[in-house]
């Protein structure tokens, strides 16, 4: 779960005006690397984006989720409180249900 908006985790950030200017995408860009690694792995991923203002944010979270396959959602958008709570909830009884059929 995230806003989507990556900072400066994993960016190589020196004291370089250059380097602190690309922190954000080289973040995303480490973000989206590990989400397919993930799913090359085979786990299954579940992504929730909280107030996500950007289209890149958005995208990062759709593309990192799992694709949907019959009624199991893997990417949830949300806004408010009760949303993330749904969501949660949500992934919470589709995990379960994948336990108990698998």
């Known amino acids: 779960m995230t806003d989507g908006e990556f900072n400066t985790a994993h960016a190589d950030v020196s004291g370089d005006r250059w380097a602190v200017r690309n922190q954000a995408t080289k973040s995303r860009s480490y973000a989206q690397s590990l989400c397919d690694r993930m799913k090359d792995d085979g786990i ?14 958005r995208n990062v979270m759709k593309n990192c989720a799992s ?3 019959g009624s199991l959602k893997h990417y949830y958008e949300t806004s408010s409180g009760d949303e993330l ?5 949500t992934i919470a009884r589709n995990i379960e249900a994948l336990a108990l059929t698998q």
């Not at 299954?44 to 944010?57: D, R």
């Not at 709570?85 to 909830?89: I, L, Q």
């Open 44 to 57: 299954e991923v579940f992504t929730i984006g909280f107030k996500l203002n950007s289209n890149n944010a």
């Open 85 to 89: 709570n749904e969501a949660f909830m």
């Open 67 to 69: 694709k949907d396959t």
